[in-house]
Protein backbone atom coordinates (compact mmCIF):
# COMPACT_ATOMS: atom_id res chain seq x y z
CA UNK A 1 0.00 0.00 0.00
CA UNK A 2 2.66 2.55 0.58
CA UNK A 3 4.48 1.65 -2.61
CA UNK A 4 1.30 2.47 -4.20
CA UNK A 5 0.97 5.63 -2.49
CA UNK A 6 4.24 7.06 -3.96
CA UNK A 7 3.65 5.75 -7.24
CA UNK A 8 0.64 7.39 -7.06
CA UNK A 9 1.91 10.45 -5.55
CA UNK A 10 5.37 10.16 -8.47
CA UNK A 11 2.42 10.39 -11.24
CA UNK A 12 3.33 13.30 -13.71
CA UNK A 13 -0.14 15.43 -15.19
CA UNK A 14 1.31 13.87 -18.42
CA UNK A 15 1.24 10.19 -17.11
CA UNK A 16 -2.19 10.98 -16.13
CA UNK A 17 -3.35 12.31 -19.36
CA UNK A 18 -1.03 11.28 -22.11
CA UNK A 19 -2.46 12.84 -24.87
CA UNK A 20 -1.44 15.50 -26.45
CA UNK A 21 -4.22 17.72 -27.59
CA UNK A 22 -5.81 20.13 -30.51
CA UNK A 23 -4.07 23.44 -29.56
CA UNK A 24 -0.80 21.96 -28.10
CA UNK A 25 -0.62 20.21 -31.41
CA UNK A 26 -1.93 23.32 -33.34
CA UNK A 27 1.10 25.69 -32.00
CA UNK A 28 3.63 23.23 -32.61
CA UNK A 29 3.16 23.20 -36.24
CA UNK A 30 2.95 27.07 -36.19
CA UNK A 31 6.31 26.97 -34.72
CA UNK A 32 7.53 24.34 -36.98
CA UNK A 33 6.15 26.95 -40.00
CA UNK A 34 7.65 29.80 -38.02
CA UNK A 35 11.27 27.79 -38.12
CA UNK A 36 11.33 26.35 -41.94
CA UNK A 37 10.45 29.96 -42.75
CA UNK A 38 13.45 31.18 -40.91
CA UNK A 39 15.23 27.78 -42.75
CA UNK A 40 14.27 29.07 -45.95
CA UNK A 41 15.08 32.70 -45.51
CA UNK A 42 18.64 31.24 -44.46
CA UNK A 43 18.58 29.15 -47.88
CA UNK A 44 17.96 32.54 -49.60
CA UNK A 45 20.15 34.92 -48.55
CA UNK A 46 23.17 32.10 -48.72
CA UNK A 47 22.49 30.46 -52.20
CA UNK A 48 20.02 33.42 -53.97
CA UNK A 49 21.71 33.20 -57.17
CA UNK A 50 20.96 29.48 -57.29
CA UNK A 51 17.93 29.39 -56.70
CA UNK A 52 17.22 32.44 -59.20
CA UNK A 53 18.55 29.74 -61.83
CA UNK A 54 15.52 27.18 -60.83
CA UNK A 55 12.99 29.94 -60.14
CA UNK A 56 10.12 28.29 -61.75
CA UNK A 57 11.14 25.04 -59.85
CA UNK A 58 12.15 26.20 -56.35
CA UNK A 59 7.91 25.91 -54.99
CA UNK A 60 8.58 22.01 -55.56
CA UNK A 61 12.05 22.49 -53.88
CA UNK A 62 10.93 23.69 -50.96
CA UNK A 63 7.89 21.16 -50.56
CA UNK A 64 10.24 18.56 -50.77
CA UNK A 65 12.29 20.14 -48.16
CA UNK A 66 9.32 20.23 -45.92
CA UNK A 67 8.16 16.73 -46.54
CA UNK A 68 11.47 15.48 -45.20
CA UNK A 69 11.63 17.80 -41.91
CA UNK A 70 8.24 16.27 -40.99
CA UNK A 71 9.11 12.70 -42.28
CA UNK A 72 12.51 12.33 -41.02
CA UNK A 73 12.18 14.64 -37.15
CA UNK A 74 8.55 12.75 -36.63
CA UNK A 75 10.27 9.49 -37.61
CA UNK A 76 13.63 7.57 -36.75
CA UNK A 77 16.02 10.49 -36.71
CA UNK A 78 14.23 13.11 -34.38
CA UNK A 79 12.69 10.14 -32.47
CA UNK A 80 9.00 11.99 -33.07
CA UNK A 81 9.70 15.13 -32.52
CA UNK A 82 10.25 18.18 -35.04
CA UNK A 83 11.93 21.46 -33.41
CA UNK A 84 7.96 22.59 -32.67
CA UNK A 85 6.87 19.36 -31.10
CA UNK A 86 10.10 19.30 -28.92
CA UNK A 87 9.44 23.01 -27.31
CA UNK A 88 6.19 21.94 -26.37
CA UNK A 89 7.58 18.46 -24.79
CA UNK A 90 5.00 16.68 -27.27
CA UNK A 91 6.27 13.51 -29.71
CA UNK A 92 4.77 10.67 -32.10
CA UNK A 93 5.41 7.16 -31.47
CA UNK A 94 3.82 3.67 -32.79
CA UNK A 95 1.35 1.67 -30.89
CA UNK A 96 4.13 0.15 -28.74
CA UNK A 97 5.37 3.35 -27.55
CA UNK A 98 8.01 3.53 -30.27
CA UNK A 99 9.36 6.27 -33.10
CA UNK A 100 7.44 5.68 -35.79
CA UNK A 101 9.62 3.76 -38.80
CA UNK A 102 10.54 5.73 -41.70
CA UNK A 103 7.66 4.30 -43.97
CA UNK A 104 4.95 5.28 -41.38
CA UNK A 105 6.34 8.89 -40.65
CA UNK A 106 6.30 9.49 -44.49
CA UNK A 107 2.81 8.01 -44.46
CA UNK A 108 1.62 9.93 -42.27
CA UNK A 109 3.69 13.31 -43.99
CA UNK A 110 1.42 12.43 -46.84
CA UNK A 111 -1.44 12.54 -45.57
CA UNK A 112 -1.18 15.20 -42.80
CA UNK A 113 0.57 17.96 -44.80
CA UNK A 114 2.05 16.88 -48.00
CA UNK A 115 -1.33 16.06 -50.08
CA UNK A 116 -3.54 18.98 -49.33
CA UNK A 117 -0.50 21.13 -50.68
CA UNK A 118 0.94 19.23 -53.22
CA UNK A 119 -2.37 18.75 -54.93
CA UNK A 120 -2.92 22.62 -54.58
CA UNK A 121 0.03 23.35 -56.63
CA UNK A 122 -0.85 20.38 -58.91
CA UNK A 123 -3.59 22.58 -59.66
CA UNK A 124 -2.35 25.68 -59.70
CA UNK A 125 -0.15 24.03 -62.89
CA UNK A 126 -3.27 22.13 -64.45
CA UNK A 127 -6.00 24.36 -64.44
CA UNK A 128 -6.38 27.84 -65.94
CA UNK A 129 -8.43 30.16 -63.32
CA UNK A 130 -9.50 32.70 -65.59
CA UNK A 131 -11.61 30.29 -67.68
CA UNK A 132 -15.17 29.83 -66.09
CA UNK A 133 -15.38 25.94 -67.01
CA UNK A 134 -11.83 25.33 -65.07
CA UNK A 135 -12.15 27.67 -62.42
CA UNK A 136 -15.32 25.88 -61.11
CA UNK A 137 -13.68 22.50 -61.28
CA UNK A 138 -10.31 24.19 -59.52
CA UNK A 139 -12.54 25.54 -56.97
CA UNK A 140 -14.21 22.54 -56.48
CA UNK A 141 -11.07 20.34 -55.75
CA UNK A 142 -9.41 23.41 -53.83
CA UNK A 143 -12.85 23.05 -51.34
CA UNK A 144 -12.31 19.50 -50.80
CA UNK A 145 -8.77 20.05 -49.71
CA UNK A 146 -9.69 23.04 -47.14
CA UNK A 147 -12.90 20.81 -45.81
CA UNK A 148 -10.18 17.71 -45.48
CA UNK A 149 -7.91 19.92 -43.19
CA UNK A 150 -10.63 21.35 -41.69
CA UNK A 151 -12.22 18.01 -40.53
CA UNK A 152 -9.18 16.60 -39.90
CA UNK A 153 -8.54 19.01 -36.77
CA UNK A 154 -11.78 18.59 -35.68
CA UNK A 155 -11.25 14.97 -35.23
CA UNK A 156 -8.03 15.47 -33.44
CA UNK A 157 -9.85 17.81 -31.04
CA UNK A 158 -13.36 15.09 -30.69
CA UNK A 159 -11.45 11.76 -31.10
CA UNK A 160 -10.68 10.36 -27.81
CA UNK A 161 -7.04 9.38 -28.50
CA UNK A 162 -6.48 12.40 -30.49
CA UNK A 163 -5.73 10.72 -33.58
CA UNK A 164 -6.75 12.41 -36.93
CA UNK A 165 -7.00 11.14 -40.32
CA UNK A 166 -2.89 11.26 -40.70
CA UNK A 167 -2.29 9.27 -37.06
CA UNK A 168 -4.89 6.40 -37.96
CA UNK A 169 -3.53 5.95 -41.58
CA UNK A 170 -0.01 5.85 -40.01
CA UNK A 171 -0.98 4.29 -36.60
CA UNK A 172 0.41 6.82 -34.21
CA UNK A 173 -0.32 8.14 -31.39
CA UNK A 174 0.60 11.98 -29.88
CA UNK A 175 1.32 12.07 -26.48
CA UNK A 176 2.96 14.52 -24.07
CA UNK A 177 6.70 13.46 -22.08
CA UNK A 178 9.28 11.13 -22.95
CA UNK A 179 7.42 8.08 -21.40
CA UNK A 180 6.33 5.09 -23.58
CA UNK A 181 2.83 5.09 -23.94
CA UNK A 182 0.80 2.13 -25.58
CA UNK A 183 -2.06 2.40 -27.75
CA UNK A 184 -3.70 -0.38 -25.18
CA UNK A 185 -2.74 1.14 -22.08
CA UNK A 186 -4.30 4.61 -23.49
CA UNK A 187 -7.35 2.46 -24.54
CA UNK A 188 -7.63 1.22 -20.64
CA UNK A 189 -6.27 4.41 -19.27
CA UNK A 190 -9.79 6.34 -20.96
CA UNK A 191 -12.49 3.22 -20.84
CA UNK A 192 -13.95 4.62 -18.14
CA UNK A 193 -14.16 8.54 -20.26
CA UNK A 194 -14.97 6.69 -23.48
CA UNK A 195 -18.27 4.93 -21.66
CA UNK A 196 -18.95 7.98 -20.40
CA UNK A 197 -22.14 9.55 -22.26
CA UNK A 198 -19.79 13.52 -22.49
CA UNK A 199 -17.59 11.37 -24.55
CA UNK A 200 -17.60 11.18 -28.03
CA UNK A 201 -16.08 7.51 -28.82
CA UNK A 202 -14.03 7.07 -31.75
CA UNK A 203 -17.05 5.96 -34.55
CA UNK A 204 -19.00 9.48 -33.41
CA UNK A 205 -15.90 11.28 -33.82
CA UNK A 206 -15.13 10.17 -37.18
CA UNK A 207 -19.08 10.55 -37.50
CA UNK A 208 -19.02 14.01 -36.61
CA UNK A 209 -15.59 15.03 -38.90
CA UNK A 210 -17.41 13.24 -41.87
CA UNK A 211 -20.41 15.58 -41.30
CA UNK A 212 -18.24 18.51 -40.94
CA UNK A 213 -16.10 17.64 -44.15
CA UNK A 214 -19.14 17.54 -46.12
CA UNK A 215 -20.92 20.62 -44.33
CA UNK A 216 -17.62 22.91 -45.54
CA UNK A 217 -17.70 21.09 -48.54
CA UNK A 218 -21.10 21.81 -49.73
CA UNK A 219 -20.83 25.32 -48.07
CA UNK A 220 -17.54 26.42 -50.51
CA UNK A 221 -18.71 25.18 -53.39
CA UNK A 222 -22.20 27.02 -53.31
CA UNK A 223 -19.88 30.15 -53.11
CA UNK A 224 -17.67 29.25 -55.67
CA UNK A 225 -20.90 28.83 -57.76
CA UNK A 226 -22.42 32.05 -57.06
CA UNK A 227 -19.11 33.63 -57.44
CA UNK A 228 -17.93 32.29 -60.83
CA UNK A 229 -21.69 32.07 -61.69
CA UNK A 230 -21.79 35.73 -61.31
CA UNK A 231 -21.84 38.50 -63.95
CA UNK A 232 -19.44 41.01 -62.03
CA UNK A 233 -16.87 37.84 -62.00
CA UNK A 234 -16.96 37.60 -65.77
CA UNK A 235 -16.49 41.30 -66.31
CA UNK A 236 -13.53 41.51 -63.91
CA UNK A 237 -12.48 38.01 -65.25
CA UNK A 238 -12.36 39.65 -68.73
CA UNK A 239 -11.11 43.09 -67.22
CA UNK A 240 -7.86 41.01 -66.23
CA UNK A 241 -7.05 38.85 -68.87
CA UNK A 242 -7.71 41.96 -71.19
CA UNK A 243 -4.90 43.97 -69.18
CA UNK A 244 -2.66 40.85 -68.87
CA UNK A 245 -2.72 40.98 -72.82
CA UNK A 246 -2.46 44.96 -73.20
CA UNK A 247 0.08 45.20 -70.95
CA UNK A 248 2.90 42.62 -70.76
CA UNK A 249 6.41 42.78 -70.11
CA UNK A 250 8.80 40.45 -71.53
CA UNK A 251 10.84 38.39 -68.74
CA UNK A 252 7.68 40.00 -65.95
CA UNK A 253 4.70 38.61 -65.18
CA UNK A 254 1.63 40.88 -63.81
CA UNK A 255 1.24 39.05 -60.59
CA UNK A 256 -1.54 41.67 -58.84
CA UNK A 257 -3.99 44.33 -60.12
CA UNK A 258 -5.90 45.32 -57.41
CA UNK A 259 -7.54 48.42 -56.07
CA UNK A 260 -7.19 49.42 -52.57
CA UNK A 261 -7.77 53.03 -50.40
CA UNK A 262 -4.72 54.87 -49.42
CA UNK A 263 -3.74 54.98 -45.85
CA UNK A 264 -2.89 58.36 -44.63
CA UNK A 265 1.30 57.12 -44.90
CA UNK A 266 0.97 55.45 -47.49
CA UNK A 267 -0.69 58.75 -49.23
CA UNK A 268 2.21 60.30 -47.01
CA UNK A 269 5.09 58.41 -48.60
CA UNK A 270 3.67 58.66 -52.22
CA UNK A 271 3.83 62.13 -51.81
CA UNK A 272 7.68 62.23 -51.09
CA UNK A 273 8.28 59.85 -53.49
CA UNK A 274 6.89 62.43 -56.26
CA UNK A 275 8.14 65.61 -54.93
CA UNK A 276 11.86 64.61 -56.58
CA UNK A 277 10.29 62.54 -59.47
CA UNK A 278 13.03 60.32 -61.04
CA UNK A 279 11.10 59.71 -64.43
CA UNK A 280 9.26 62.96 -65.07
CA UNK A 281 8.32 62.04 -68.13
CA UNK A 282 5.69 59.53 -66.78
CA UNK A 283 4.18 61.30 -63.96
CA UNK A 284 1.80 64.89 -63.61
CA UNK A 285 1.94 67.23 -61.13
CA UNK A 286 0.89 65.72 -57.57
CA UNK A 287 -3.12 66.51 -56.70
CA UNK A 288 -4.90 66.76 -53.54
CA UNK A 289 -4.88 63.82 -51.67
CA UNK A 290 -8.76 63.83 -50.44
CA UNK A 291 -11.48 64.75 -53.11
CA UNK A 292 -14.68 63.85 -51.31
CA UNK A 293 -14.85 64.94 -47.80
CA UNK A 294 -14.17 61.67 -45.31
CA UNK A 295 -14.00 59.53 -48.32
CA UNK A 296 -10.15 58.61 -48.73
CA UNK A 297 -8.87 58.26 -52.47
CA UNK A 298 -8.05 55.36 -54.50
CA UNK A 299 -4.66 53.77 -55.71
CA UNK A 300 -4.64 51.37 -58.32
CA UNK A 301 -1.73 48.34 -57.46
CA UNK A 302 -0.19 46.59 -60.32
CA UNK A 303 3.08 44.06 -59.90
CA UNK A 304 5.51 43.13 -62.20
CA UNK A 305 7.64 40.33 -61.01
CA UNK A 306 10.10 38.53 -62.95
CA UNK A 307 11.58 34.94 -61.93
CA UNK A 308 15.42 36.45 -62.11
CA UNK A 309 17.90 38.93 -60.24
CA UNK A 310 16.86 42.35 -61.65
CA UNK A 311 17.97 45.88 -60.76
CA UNK A 312 16.43 49.12 -60.51
CA UNK A 313 18.60 50.64 -63.71
CA UNK A 314 17.37 47.74 -65.77
CA UNK A 315 13.89 48.37 -64.91
CA UNK A 316 14.50 52.33 -65.67
CA UNK A 317 16.45 51.75 -68.95
CA UNK A 318 14.08 49.14 -70.28
CA UNK A 319 12.06 51.17 -73.23
CA UNK A 320 9.22 48.29 -73.40
CA UNK A 321 8.42 49.65 -69.86
CA UNK A 322 8.98 53.39 -71.01
CA UNK A 323 6.64 53.16 -73.88
CA UNK A 324 3.85 50.97 -71.45
CA UNK A 325 3.69 53.11 -68.92
CA UNK A 326 1.80 56.31 -70.43
CA UNK A 327 -0.29 54.26 -72.59
CA UNK A 328 -1.56 52.14 -69.10
CA UNK A 329 -2.30 55.69 -67.50
CA UNK A 330 -4.45 56.44 -70.85
CA UNK A 331 -6.36 52.83 -70.86
CA UNK A 332 -7.18 53.37 -67.06
CA UNK A 333 -7.84 56.99 -67.64
CA UNK A 334 -10.45 56.08 -70.75
CA UNK A 335 -11.93 52.90 -68.60
CA UNK A 336 -11.95 53.51 -65.12
CA UNK A 337 -15.38 56.07 -65.18
CA UNK A 338 -17.15 52.20 -66.57
CA UNK A 339 -15.10 50.09 -64.43
CA UNK A 340 -15.28 51.61 -60.66
CA UNK A 341 -18.44 53.61 -61.37
CA UNK A 342 -20.02 52.47 -58.53
CA UNK A 343 -16.96 53.47 -56.33
CA UNK A 344 -16.75 56.87 -57.81
CA UNK A 345 -20.68 57.96 -57.54
CA UNK A 346 -19.94 56.91 -53.99
CA UNK A 347 -17.47 59.55 -53.46
CA UNK A 348 -14.09 57.02 -53.54
CA UNK A 349 -11.90 59.12 -56.70
CA UNK A 350 -9.26 56.76 -57.80
CA UNK A 351 -6.14 59.21 -58.17
CA UNK A 352 -3.07 56.91 -59.21
CA UNK A 353 -1.67 54.32 -60.23
CA UNK A 354 1.31 52.47 -58.60
CA UNK A 355 3.53 50.38 -60.95
CA UNK A 356 5.60 47.94 -59.15
CA UNK A 357 8.71 45.67 -60.66
CA UNK A 358 10.61 43.52 -58.66
CA UNK A 359 11.94 40.06 -58.22
CA UNK A 360 10.36 36.64 -56.67
CA UNK A 361 10.84 33.07 -56.22
CA UNK A 362 8.89 31.07 -53.69
CA UNK A 363 10.02 28.08 -51.71
CA UNK A 364 6.80 26.67 -50.64
CA UNK A 365 6.36 28.19 -47.30
CA UNK A 366 8.32 31.19 -47.93
CA UNK A 367 8.28 33.57 -50.70
CA UNK A 368 11.03 36.37 -51.43
CA UNK A 369 10.15 39.40 -53.00
CA UNK A 370 11.98 42.69 -53.43
CA UNK A 371 10.95 45.74 -55.10
CA UNK A 372 13.03 46.88 -57.30
CA UNK A 373 11.00 50.29 -58.49
CA UNK A 374 7.83 51.75 -58.31
CA UNK A 375 6.43 54.54 -60.76
CA UNK A 376 3.31 56.37 -59.25
CA UNK A 377 1.47 58.10 -62.26
CA UNK A 378 -1.34 60.36 -61.52
CA UNK A 379 -4.50 60.69 -62.67
CA UNK A 380 -6.73 63.58 -64.06
CA UNK A 381 -9.27 63.12 -61.20
CA UNK A 382 -11.43 66.13 -62.76
CA UNK A 383 -13.57 63.54 -64.95
CA UNK A 384 -14.53 61.38 -62.30
CA UNK A 385 -15.07 64.19 -60.04
CA UNK A 386 -17.70 65.11 -62.58
CA UNK A 387 -19.25 61.79 -62.46
CA UNK A 388 -19.54 62.19 -58.50
CA UNK A 389 -21.18 65.20 -58.56
CA UNK A 390 -23.82 64.52 -61.34
CA UNK A 391 -25.03 61.15 -59.44
CA UNK A 392 -24.84 63.38 -55.76
Same mark, same amino acid.
Given at each position: ???D &?N ?13 A ?8 ? $?M ?13 F???E ?20 F? $? ?11 ? &? ?15 S????F??? #? ?8 V ?35 ? #?A?H ?7 D ?8 K ?101 E??Q???A ?22 RD ?25 ? #? ?18 ? #? ?13 K ?14 ? &????? &??
Amino acid at each position: MPED &KNLEEKKTPAMMDPRAGFWVRAVSL $LMDIIVLNFLFHGLTFLFREQLFRIAPYTEYLGAALVFLYFS $LLNGPLGKGRTIG &KFLFSIRVQDGEGNPLSLIASFKRT #IIQLITPSYVLLILDIVFDKSISSQAFPYQILSSLLISFVAANGLL #IALHPLKQGFHDQFARSLVVKGGAKVTHDHLKSAFQTTLLSSKARTPASALQFAGLAFIVIFAFLTWIAYQQIGSEQWRKNNDLIKEIRTEFAINGFKLSEIRAMTKSAAKEKKGKEQLAQPETPQIMDAVTSGTYVEGKPPFLIRMKYMALRDITKDEVESNEKIKLMLPKLKKWFQER #IPGIMKREIEEGLIPDSIEV #IFGENFSLFLYTHEKEEHRFDIQLDVEEFL &KLYRE &KK
